[in-house]
C-alpha cells in the first residue's frame, strides 16, 4: 500500500484536501494512505512516504524539505488544484509523482 503525505504550514489546512483524495481513491479502488502534517514534521512522519505533496504555501521548502527525506520525491500541489480541493486530480498527481 502506498502512503502519500501532504505537508502545510500547520497541518491543518490540507486535511480537507486529504478527505477529497481519499474519496477519489476509495472510487478508483486504489489502496493508499494518505495523511496530512506541519512541515516540521516531514523528517518524522513523512521519511518512509512514496510522496510527498507540499501546499502552495510553502512550495519554497521543497528543497529543505527533500533533503530531510532522500529518496522521497517531493513536488507542491498546483494552487488552482489546491483551491479547488480537487481529491481526484490531487490523487492522480500524486500517482504520477511515483511512477504510477
Known amino acids: 500500500m502506498k502512503k502519500i503525505v501532504l505537508l502545510c504550514a500547520s497541518g491543518m489546512s490540507t486535511s480537507m484536501l486529504v478527505k477529497k483524495m481519499q474519496e477519489a481513491a476509495k472510487t478508483e479502488n486504489y489502496a493508499c494512505s494518505i495523511e496530512a502534517f506541519s512541515a516540521t514534521e516531514a523528517a518524522t512522519k513523512a521519511?518512509?512516504?512514496?510522496?510527498?505533496?507540499?501546499g502552495p504555501q510553502i512550495r519554497f521548502q521543497k528543497n529543505?524539505?527533500?533533503q530531510e527525506v532522500p529518496g522521497v520525491p517531493v513536488e507542491a500541489i498546483d494552487m488552482r488544484m489546491y483551491g479547488?480541493?480537487?481529491?481526484k486530480g490531487t490523487l492522480a498527481f500524486?500517482?504520477?509523482l511515483m511512477g504510477e
Open 84 to 87: 479547488r480541493m480537487d481529491g
Open 47 to 54: 521519511a518512509d512516504a512514496d510522496c510527498i505533496l507540499l
Open 94 to 96: 500524486a500517482r504520477q
Open 64 to 66: 529543505k524539505i527533500a
